[in-house]
């Protein structure tokens, strides 16, 4: 199984950026899915959930700027991002609970990808 996040680059200030994090390999099922961000010297915080039911949650960092959404079918995780600022530079993580065929559940994390959010 791999989580390979995408998307990310470096945007100007107000600007908008959509991550995405596609689950691949041998999944029977994908349950919670989250974007994390972490910034250089920073802990890894939150950004926001979607739980296999889909409810959705944010952290603090999301700030009512960032939409998160799920496409079931294709076990993929989006982070729509406006109104970008320079504190959202950070490497932005993806995070899923999976069961692969014959295994038990277990957590993954993709590779991230890097958000610059400079003039």
């Known amino acids: 199984v791999q989580l390979q996040a995408s998307g990310g680059g470096l945007v100007q200030p107000g600007g908008s950026l959509r991550l995405s994090c596609l689950a691949s390999g041998s999944i029977f099922r994908v349950d919670r899915m989250e974007w994390y961000r972490q910034a250089p010297g920073k802990q890894r915080d939150l950004v926001a959930t979607?739980?296999?039911?889909?409810?959705?949650s944010y952290g603090d960092s999301a700030e009512g700027r960032f939409t998160v959404s799920r496409d079931y079918a294709k076990n993929t995780l989006y982070l729509q991002m406006n109104s970008l600022k320079p504190e959202d530079t950070a490497a932005y993580y993806c995070k899923a609970n999976i069961q692969e065929i014959g295994a038990p559940w277990r957590y993954y994390w993709g590779q991230g990808t890097q958000v610059t959010v400079s003039s």
């Open positions: 979607v739980s296999g039911a889909g409810k959705i």
